[in-house]
């Protein structure tokens, strides 16, 4: 009788237990890093004015948050700083993140399907003093506020600066963000990093956006970001399954302060720009995605006129010259290589192709023999186009290489698969060293060139390099993330 009543209890005893680990409500989906708060998070400087004067930032709070305030300071060594720090009030921003008005209507956005409305605030902080460093906090009148950052207004002149990424797009947080970290520790001094396209995979779900700002952590509380609009900051609205109509991601224009080019149409409002950093850089922003591909070359075309800096690099996501197997874009290289060339530009820094290219132009110097030639230090060279990759998702290399291009003139020096890169790129007066950095941290690609006081480029020695090429079949064995090209 015992027996029974102790094996009734275990029995009872084991339901108990088994309904306490029953499944309860449903689980939640998103990340405590994910969810919006009164606290400010997603914070980020970019540039939407004159570098040398001004600081434009956003950052993000849940929806009740509709008094966002900003306070900058000139840094100190003093432990109290703060205490004369200038109060800004920041434009709000009301998001809704499960749907979006088009000009069709409401369109769902599923990937964000019960996530509340959100709010983006942004400063444009101005009459700030060049080569400076401030700092600035951000937050709300009832003291919900950020920690305070420093960061550095761009100097009139002198040594730059800059880290280059391609694409992040998939792994965000798993995988890219060793990467991006890896850069930073690399060059800390850099002065901003260029985002070249495809931040992530799928335009508008914030759980993405989420993962590129925890993978970002505090790097652009301080560092400034130029976002390229790649083809995954585009979504398709369309209706008719036949078609295509693509929308600009929700989350760019609330979160990226970016410049607006007010001769150029709404549609690119804020994704094709000029950044004149300083006397010695102009750094210029396309939208190979949004199609609109005259406006864009024509703007280009006048921006190139106008610009007065001793060097000038050109930044979008789909290369001119193709690296990725089947993924020529001759359109866009017929719209925009007569101009790169006309105005003999030094840099264009590319995405899009999930491998490493990097080759150069002929110079156009009427000396020079339009035939190949080696690159010996010192020759003339054109204009230097690099692709590059810092996600997880790699593609093959395109057969041939860059054979097919070889009646444009351009000739490759470097390529690579299966390899996460960041770059640093570091000008010093009329010398610029470009380094291809593996996200581990070994030198990958070097070049250096030289301008003169006529303008003249010429190559230069880079740092010396010792690592094999890296391609699939001498790498490891590789699986593909989840996500589309
Ligand atoms: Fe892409």
Redesign the pocket.
């Known amino acids: 009788m015992f027996r029974v009543l102790i094996l009734g209890m275990a029995i009872i005893c084991a339901a108990l237990s088994a309904a306490a680990h029953a499944p309860g409500p449903a689980r939640k989906l998103t990340p405590p890093w994910q969810d919006a708060s009164p606290w400010p998070d997603r914070i980020v400087v970019t540039f939407a004015g004159d570098p040398a004067r001004t600081l434009a930032l956003n950052w993000r709070t849940d929806d009740t948050v509709d008094a966002a305030v900003a306070e900058i300071v000139k840094a100190t060594p003093d432990a109290r700083f703060d205490l004369d720090a200038r109060r800004v009030n920041a434009r709000s921003e009301r998001l809704e993140l499960a749907s979006v008005k088009d000009i069709e209507g409401i369109f769902d956005i599923g990937q964000n399907a019960g996530l509340p409305p959100v709010r983006f605030h942004s400063v444009l902080f101005d009459g700030l003093e060049p080569d400076t460093v401030y700092a600035y906090r951000v937050g709300a009148t009832n003291g919900e506020w950020s920690e305070w950052f420093q960061v550095r207004t761009a100097p009139i002149s002198g040594p730059v600066t800059f880290l280059y990424l391609g694409?992040a797009q998939n792994g965000i947080l798993s995988h890219w963000s060793r990467t991006v970290r890896a850069a930073y520790a690399m060059a800390p001094d850099a002065n901003f990093i260029i985002h070249a396209?495809?931040l992530v995979d799928e335009a508008s779900r914030d759980f993405e956006w989420a993962q590129w700002f925890k993978a970002v952590g505090f790097i652009h509380g301080m560092v400034p970001a130029i976002p390229v609009a790649?083809?995954?900051e585009y979504m398709n609205v369309s209706r008719d399954p036949t078609k295509q109509r693509r929308l600009l991601s929700i989350l760019w224009r609330p979160q990226f302060n970016l410049p607006v080019e007010a001769s150029l149409p709404d549609t690119l409002r804020e994704t094709v720009y000029k950044v004149a950093y300083s006397e010695d850089l102009d750094v210029f922003v396309l939208d190979t995605q949004n199609g609109e591909l005259a406006a864009q070359a024509a703007w280009l075309d006048r921006a190139l006129a106008e610009s007065k800096a001793r060097w000038r690099v050109v930044t979008f996501?789909h290369p001119i010259f193709s690296s990725g197997k089947g993924r020529d874009s001759p359109e866009r290289r017929a719209a925009l290589l007569p101009i790169l060339k006309k105005y003999d530009v030094d840099l264009v820094l590319q995405?899009?192709d999930h491998t490493y290219a990097r080759g150069d132009l002929a110079a156009q110097a009427p000396a020079q023999s339009p035939e190949r030639r080696a690159s010996r230090v010192g020759d003339a060279i054109g204009p230097v186009f690099v692709n590059s990759v810092s996600g997880p998702k790699q593609y093959e290399w395109s057969p041939g290489g860059w054979e097919r291009y070889a009646g444009d003139g351009v000739q490759l020096r470097r390529a690579a698969e299966n390899t996460q890169f960041f770059q640093v790129i570091r000008i010093l007066g009329g010398m610029l060293l470009y380094e291809a950095w593996t996200a581990d941290g070994a030198l990958y690609d070097s070049f250096g060139l030289v301008k003169d006081e006529t303008g003249q480029r010429r190559s230069a020695p880079g740092a010396t390099v010792t690592m094999p090429e890296r391609r699939f079949k001498d790498t490891m064995p590789y699986r593909s993330p989840s996500g589309s090209?």
């Open positions: 694409d396209g495809d790649g083809n995954h996501h995405g899009h090209d």
